[in-house]
């Protein structure tokens, strides 16, 4: 059974950082493209970030240069570094494995001062 389990949100000032955690369990993570999404109130879920089994990232242009994500496939956990967050980051993130189309429960990120 597939479970995805995010940890890390939490309220930050505008210009600060958050890391996102997600831990994967129930499938062979290293094989599989996993992902970040958001969904800020009233809008519709949109993609942050993915990362291939072997380390090919994209992001969505919001984001890029200010979050990075990575994966520990030792540790069956993809990460999502998140620097110089602006309230427009304000959302509930998601960790997802596409092809699993498997959802974590989300993490609330709150930017404000």
């Known amino acids: 059974q597939v479970e995805l389990v995010e940890s890390g949100g939490g309220l930050v000032q505008p210009g600060g950082s958050l890391r996102l955690s997600c831990a994967a369990s129930?499938?062979?993570?290293?094989?599989?493209?996993m992902s970040w999404y958001r969904q800020a109130p009233g809008k519709q879920r949109e993609l942050v970030a993915s990362?291939?089994?072997?380390?090919?990232?994209v992001y969505v242009d919001s984001v890029k240069g200010r979050f990075t994500i990575s994966r520990d496939n030792g540790k069956n956990t993809v990460y999502l570094q998140m620097n110089s967050l602006k309230p427009d980051d304000t959302a509930d993130y998601y960790c997802?494995?596409?092809?699993?189309?498997?959802w974590g429960q989300g993490t609330q990120v709150t930017v404000s001062s």
């Open positions: 997802t494995c596409p092809t699993k189309d498997s």
């Open positions: 129930g499938f062979t993570f290293s094989n599989y493209v």
């Open positions: 990362i291939t089994s072997n380390g090919r990232t």
